[in-house]
Structures are given as structure tokens and as C-alpha cells.
């Protein structure tokens, strides 16, 4: 019975709470655990401040699933109302002057060696979020939300009408609003910086047309030489009738053999597959298709994996959308599309499904995983093609925020590079330009994607060199030493370190784009038998 | 993709939101439709101070809602981080001094006939819930919440052991801190009064008393008469193996056919059917079984049928827990174990479980669902002996809080009390007095379910005068034009009367338990065929 007293419920309901019984996830050993400085008086009384608002963010990202999962059509605008009225409290909370103070009183001292790198971690991330909340006036911020559902709109229309024009002066608003974000929230090289930090903190264009650039050519490369070659894969085990209710229970016994953790965990079924948190690493739920769920599966073993002791913080959680990127794209194709790792895990789906795979083997079916086919549609793309489908947005959205391209001319850019890049071309937009939601929101998201991808090869070797019978294990259906490894060198920190420091912490080497091209090249061109480059 | 700029999820999500078509339920006569004076500014504040309110409540509510269908166990502690975050800015927002000088402003001219029913309500309950906020110190409210923890705990362990000394010092401690709030909240009878009203407002115990005193002594007689009469009801055709999904199918078919309206709510499993609202009338939500679906679906057409013009204040919803049970009484029981009803309905049932009723008839199923059988145990009681349940409680709690009884006689008590209303006596105390999870939380609560049956029999009443042919229609399987009668003088108005008020609104009488004495013994005189006394 929720305690009425505090004006709570609608009615006031016996309920009796439901508890299942709470597993504890194997920790790290406590030694390595962060700690934060709680005998400091400042930082004890920040992290009560951000508990605060780390626990209401969380009810936000329950209505938020509840939206994504189970919401009635009819509340459509109500939830809208309510996610609003607590992004109302956030800003206030996160341009309060009592944090103000908090935040000046410790943004010198943290960095003294007194303090722990979760310290520094902490009040660095809560500068961001409150320089935030502060540069950006809340008549921005409203102006880009009413712009945002009204270009959301313009482009669900202009999509179904495959027709950009009706797009188009919405993206025109679109960007208008975010270069005066860019503006505000200031840079140092380019306007699309200062997005792209929104979602990868110390990335910059520069730094990503250097990390991108061996990417385009080698995947172009890749792909012509794999075309050329006439080598084709047969996939037709993968257009069978598949239920729903099997999928989702072999959905279920893949996840739980990764490690997902379940008794701090749900899954449930949405449209378009996601991962979210209402506090990691005690409940992070995920949405899944067969394969998505080995993506997401990624995503939620990263967010379960934080330490513990950074629940309720800003540091709970994964270090930014590229590192996030990097777990579901190891666990989902650098693992989880390789030969060693069905060879552990394929009887787990030939019991899901005894008669669609009745005359498959692992080897037909892994090839199945594998083939390469450029297509039109990035969300079905391979991984020798995936990175030019985003490069090729990456390309075009940061000229656009850069002012140096008009919106009108955007088809014609979007059909030339996909003839450049992957070697067909559109016929129309609603399979070109028109084809993501991404651009009705903002930019700066799409890089992400395939820095992740970067990363995964880069923790993928670190974690050939760390266990050499690395390919036995996994052939063995052993996946937990991997994933011990990660929560002990890189889940459990966290977002303590910017984006890069962890993967260099993680891979004893920076960002690297070597070890994707190499590892794109040796995996297709064993499948396909092409004449070695490595 | 959720706003990041808004520091809002944990990592950026790329979400299509799921769009259903949203139904637009019939509404009352627009004429009919209860409205705000807008035009004054006061008003107008005031709304847009309570509309935040109501939204930031909703996200609670979606939050404790998955808590009860969805939330892993693990996640049991950060969820009570988050609900009690929450509960602070609440608290906050109702103790600000800008809602006191609103309301201030408001109080006396309010009561002037340019103001209308919805502006005299709404200032009503938000003075309500100012007075309470303002009156409970932080302090106590957080003491309560502590013990009310503990003494779960402790309720849980001594039902287990069947000990009621196990709970006895932590029910005491509940005892001594809501004699507190009742002191603070004031009263004019006796402390119980403050309590009560918490749920029924204006309720006191010295009008229970009198609308309780025929119940109980016609239950009473009615019971004896049955078991006098040896006649009994065959209700082994309940007793069969109904499996879970075919149950929950039956029950989304009943809940259609009552009117409950899929594209404003959803339909879940929990362990204890409940129906809660996000922001009624567009997003009310309940979890069944069957039986308890008709009870639930009486909770959700109620919220449901809220004017629109009320969503986003206190004013949308029942308008107490007494008048939220007499509807799902009505629809539970008046209506819902009716042979008219089932004379409708029973189709339905034969083709959800064609085997399983395959030599049943609408007679004997009507008749089992009606069986009457004194039983220790509140939850599994029929009609004749629910409220005698029921007014064991409220004498004891009533007792308890006023000090006229001590706690460790109240296991003695109970159990004559049982012997003396129903004729049968628990033999340990897990199936007395540690029956039930209330008094771990309050008290005041147990005497809005047989408030709920009075009004429920008077409306039942009130129905069949408005519709002479009431049950040749139910017989054709329409519900609609009840629900349609209840949805235009009752439900639309949501919390703008006090009960008592609405009641007499509704039924052009004041309270009158006769009503309920009369349907009691005219309907089970009828069943067990005993000579009539009406």
C-alpha cells in the first residue's frame, strides 16, 4: 500500500511488492572496485546531489521503456507532458547554485592526488551536464524539442511519400537550431564538434577523418574484391518460418549464456530493439530480436557490469555511445558472428528450432551470418559494408552543420556516395536520404557507430593476446572468462575515464584503426577465399 | 532519440515511438462536460501548478506499476531510492509558498457562483494535500516510511510462523506514529476520523457506525439462514484446470465487452490484481485474473471515464477509495454475478474453455459463482459474509487507533469477533489477525470496501429505476448503456464532489445502507431458496 500520505497514487492499492530473489553478480575483487572520497565532506555532499537527480532520471527512462514496450496509443500525449515536467525539475536541479558552489569548491582540489579518479570522474561529468544546463536557455531547449516532434512528423510523411521536399524545411530548422546549440555550447575546430561531444566527450572531426579514413578504403576495397572474386554465400537457412514465442525463448537462453544477469535485468519486445537503465548496474532492461538480442546483449552485460559502487552517479552506465557501440558490436559480430562461438553455442539453436535447422550445419550456418550483399538499408548491412553506410552520413551531416552544403542538394550528395562508396544507388529517397529517423533529432549520433566498430576490433585483439586459447573457449561454449576480463578492465570503471583514456586503458594502445581493417580483411577474406593481404 | 541535450537516458537511444491509433472514447455531451474557469488568472496558475504535479505523480505511478508487473528483484532497493527522489520533489512542490499564496487567494472566492463545481473541487483538493504536506514534518513522514518497511518485514515473518508476537512491537511503533499524524492532520470525533479521511473524505467513524450496523446484523441473520436451510451450490465446475493464457484471453474478451478501452490502458499479471492510472482518463492500466478482471475493470472504466477536461489535476480519477470499490463492486458483483450478466456473457466463457464447460449451463455457472461458504480468509469470502470481514477490522483498527484496546489482546479479539459474525474461529493466527498486509502500512483503509458495496447496491439500485428493462438488456449481452448512464452523472466528474456528495448526486439520495440489505437478502433469498423477507 503506497503511502498515500505522500499524495502518491491515484487510489490508494494493496500491493504486495514483488521480490524475487536478488542475485549478487560476481563483483570484481573489492580491491579494484572505484571509490569515491566519501570522507571529503564536498564530495560526500555532490554525491548526494547527484543520487538525487540519478534517481530521477531513472524514473524517466521507465516511462520511457514503458513507452517503447507497453504504452497505449491514447497516452501519447500525456507521457509527453510527464517526460517534460521531469526534464522541468532535471534543469532546475542541474542549474541549481548550491551545485554551482559544489562544483567550484572542487574543481581545482580534485585534481590533487588525494583524491580518486572516480572523484575527478564524477565532477567532470556533473561540469558537463551543469555547463549544459546552463548554456543552453530553456526557451532553446523547448524550441528544439516542439521543432524536433513537428520534423519527426515531416519526416515519417516525407518518408511513406518517399518524397525529401517535405523534409526538407524542417531539417532546415533542424540544423538552424543546432548550430546555435554548437554556438552555445562553443568549440574549438568545427560547429559539428561540439555536437558530436553530446554523445562521444574529447572526439573531434579531426580525430575521426583520420580514424575513418583506412575504414572507407579497406571496406571499399574489401567489398569490390569480394564482388569481383563470383564467390557467393547461400543464407537461405535464415528466410525459414522462425514463431515469435520460439525466438524469444532462444532470445533468452543466448542471453543468459553470455551473462546477462536476469534477476537485474528484463526483457521485453518493441519495434526497434534497445537497451536502457534505471540504474545500472541493479536493473537494465533490454528489448531484443534474434541476433539484436546478442547486440543488446552487449549493451546491457556493459551496463550491468558497473562497479557498484558508482550506482546512482553519473558514472553508472557505459563511458559514451561509441564505447557502448564497442560492446554490442564485440559481442554481437565480433564474437557473436564467429565460427568458434557457435560452435559453442548452435545446439542451444537447433533445440529452439529442431526443424528449421534439421540439415544446417555450424559451418553453413556462420557462413549464413556472414554474407556480405551491399544493400540500400544500413540497419541490414554486413559488417564489410556497415561503416560505409555510416560514413556516408557522417560525411554529409557534418557539412551540413558546418554550413558547407545546402539542404536541397542532400539526395543528390546521399545517391553519389552510395554509388562511390558501396556501388548502387537509390531510386528513390525513401530508401536514400530519407531512410533513418536520426536526422529529424540532431547529429553528431551516426560516427558512433562505427567507433564503435573500431573499438570492438581493438578490446576483440587486446582479448586474442590476453587468452590465447581465446577461439578454444568459446568453441567449448565457455563465455564468461571474456566477459569477466571486460567488467574487471572496462565495465567496472564505468564513465570515470573519457572515451579514449578507456580504450586505452582497456587495449594498452589509442583508438587504432588497424586492428579493424585488419581484422575486416582476415575474416572475409578467409569466408569469401581471397588471396591474403595480411 | 531522446533529447540528450537534456542529460535524459543513460546512453542515446534511437526509438521510434509506438504510435497505436488512439481511440477517441465517447464523451459526455460537451455541454455536460465539467470545465475550469480559465479566464481567471488565478485559476489558470493554479491548474499549471497542479497539471506538474499530476505529471510528476504519473511517472511514480508507471514506475511502482512495473515495480508490481515487470521490475527484476534485483532491482528492489534502487527502485525505493527513486520512488522516495521522487516523493521529496512532491513534497517540495506542495509545500511552496507559491501554492500557498495561490490558494490563499483563492479559498474565499472561489466559493462565489462565477466559479464552477471543478474550481471549488480543485481548490478543495489541492488544499487538501497542502494541508497534509504542510502539517507531517519531513521527519515523521520519513520515520513512517522506515517503519512501515520494517514492520512488512516483520508481518511477513510472523505470518510465516503463524506468530503474531513476532509483529506485535513493530505494529505498536505504527500505532504511536499514526495516532502522531492523526494529531497533526486534526479531527473532531476521534483520531480514527483523521485516518479515514485520508481515504474517504469526510468520512467519520460515527456515520461508519451507523451505515454498518445493519450490514452486519443482516449478513449475520442472512448467513444463519442459509446454513439453517441445508440447501447448497455445487460449484465444482470452478474447480477445473483453466491454463493462464486461455485465462488472460477471456479476460481481455470481458474487459472489451464492459467497455474497458484498450487504446487508453493495458492489461498485465501480477501477483495481486490492481488498477492504477498515469493520467486518467488517457493511460489506466490494470492486472487480472478472471473474476478479479471484472473487479479491476470496474477500477479502470471509472478512471477511465474521467472528463478530459480534468486530465492533469487532482480532479481526474474516483473520487475515493469507497467510491472507486463501489464501481468495481458493481461491475464485480451486482452486475458481474448477475444471471442477467451471464445470460450475456456466458458464451464468451464456453468459447475460451469449451471443454472445460462443454456440460455446464449458464444456470449452474451463475449459481457456483454465487455459492456462499463462511471462510477465515477475507480475500476468498462471497457477498453474504464479505463485510462481516470487513467490520471485524474496522471495530479492531477503529479500537486500536482511538485506544481503546491494546495490541497484544487483539489476536483474542479477533478471533471472537470471527466466532460471533461468521460462526467459525482461525486456529492459528497466519489465518486471523495476520491475515492481511494493511496494518503493516495504516490503518483506515478496511472500511471503504463495504462503504463501496453500500453505494455500489444504491447505484445498482438507481440503475434499475433509470432502466426498467436493466436486465432484459445485461440478457442481450449489453453493458454499454450502463456504463454510458455511470460514465455521464458519475465517473465524468471525477473528484469535484465529496463522495457523500457525489453519491447523493448520483443516486438522489444520501448514503443508506438499506439498499444494500435489500439486494443482499432478495438475491440470496432467491438462490438458496429460503422464504422471503421483503
Not at 548496474?281 to 558508482?310: C, K, N, W
Request: proline share 5%.
Amino acid at each position: 500500500m503506497p503511502n498515500t500520505l505522500l499524495y502518491y497514487t491515484v487510489r490508494p492499492r494493496i500491493l504486495i511488492e514483488r521480490r524475487l530473489p536478488a542475485t549478487t553478480m560476481p563483483e570484481q575483487d573489492s580491491r579494484t572496485l572505484p571509490e569515491f572520497t566519501r570522507g571529503d565532506s564536498r564530495i560526500s555532499e555532490l554525491l548526494g546531489y547527484l543520487n538525487q537527480i540519478a534517481d530521477l532520471q531513472a524514473l524517466g527512462a521507465i516511462a520511457e521503456w514503458d513507452q517503447n514496450t507497453a504504452m497505449p496509443g491514447g497516452a501519447a500525449d500525456i507521457r509527453g507532458f510527464q517526460l517534460a515536467a521531469l526534464q522541468g525539475v532535471l534543469h532546475e536541479l542541474w542549474t541549481n547554485p548550491r551545485l554551482s558552489n559544489l562544483l567550484g569548491a572542487l574543481r581545482e582540489p580534485v585534481q590533487h592526488a588525494s583524491f580518486s579518479d572516480a572523484d575527478r570522474g564524477l565532477v567532470r561529468e556533473a561540469l558537463r551536464a551543469h555547463d549544459r544546463a546552463t548554456k543552453l536557455p530553456r526557451k532553446l531547449v523547448e524550441e528544439l524539442a516542439r521543432v524536433q516532434a513537428t520534423s519527426f512528423e515531416a519526416w515519417r510523411s516525407a518518408k511513406e511519400h518517399s518524397d525529401f521536399a517535405r523534409f526538407a524545411p524542417m531539417l532546415s530548422r533542424t540544423i538552424v537550431l543546432y548550430r546555435e546549440v554548437a554556438d552555445r555550447l562553443g568549440f574549438v575546430e568545427t560547429r559539428y564538434d561540439a555536437l558530436l561531444n553530446e554523445y562521444e566527450s574529447g572526439m573531434t572531426s579531426s580525430k575521426l577523418d583520420r580514424l575513418f579514413a583506412p575504414v572507407r578504403e579497406v571496406s571499399k576495397s574489401l567489398l569490390q574484391r569480394i564482388n569481383a572474386s563470383g564467390n557467393t554465400i547461400d543464407a537461405s537457412c535464415l528466410a525459414g518460418e522462425f514463431p515469435v514465442e520460439q525466438q524469444m525463448a532462444l532470445c533468452e537462453r543466448l542471453l543468459r549464456n553470455l551473462g546477462y544477469d536476469f534477476s537485474r535485468g528484463q526483457m521485453a519486445q518493441s519495434p526497434h530493439p534497445f537497451t536502457t537503465s534505471f540504474g545500472s548496474p541493479f536493473d537494465v532492461r533490454l528489448t531484443v530480436r534474434p541476433m539484436a538480442a546478442i547486440h543488446e546483449g552487449g549493451h546491457a552485460v556493459y551496463e550491468q557490469g558497473s562497479a557498484s559502487t558508482l550506482v546512482r552517479t553519473p558514472l553508472a552506465g557505459g563511458a559514451s555511445s561509441g564505447a557502448h557501440e564497442s560492446q554490442s558490436r564485440l559481442w554481437e559480430n565480433a564474437i557473436g558472428r564467429s565460427r568458434p562461438y557457435w560452435q559453442g553455442q548452435f545446439s542451444t539453436v537447433k533445440e529452439a528450432f529442431p526443424t528449421q535447422f534439421a540439415h544446417v550445419d555450424v559451418t553453413a550456418f556462420v557462413r549464413a551470418l556472414n554474407k556480405v550483399q551491399p544493400s540500400l538499408i544500413r540497419v541490414e548491412a554486413d559488417e564489410v559494408t556497415y561503416n560505409l553506410h555510416i560514413i556516408v552520413r557522417y560525411e554529409l551531416e557534418k557539412a551540413l552543420i558546418n554550413g558547407d552544403i545546402a539542404v536541397e542538394t542532400l539526395p543528390g550528395l546521399w545517391n553519389a556516395k552510395y554509388r562511390a562508396y558501396l556501388g548502387i544507388e537509390p531510386s528513390n529517397d525513401a530508401e536514400g536520404v530519407l531512410q533513418d529517423i536520426h536526422w529529424s533529432f540532431g547529429f553528431g549520433y551516426f560516427p558512433t557507430y562505427t567507433l564503435g566498430n573500431l573499438y570492438s576490433a581493438q578490446i576483440f585483439h587486446k582479448l586474442h593476446a590476453v587468452f590465447p586459447d581465446f577461439d578454444q573457449r568459446l568453441a567449448s561454449g565457455d563465455t564468461a572468462f571474456a566477459l569477466d576480463w571486460l567488467r574487471e578492465h572496462m565495465y567496472a570503471h564505468g564513465v570515470i575515464y573519457q572515451p579514449e583514456e578507456l580504450i586505452e586503458r582497456v587495449t594498452n594502445e589509442p583508438p587504432n584503426p588497424e586492428h579493424f581493417t585488419h581484422y575486416l580483411n582476415a575474416k572475409f577474406e578467409n569466408i569469401y577465399s581471397l588471396p591474403t593481404t595480411i
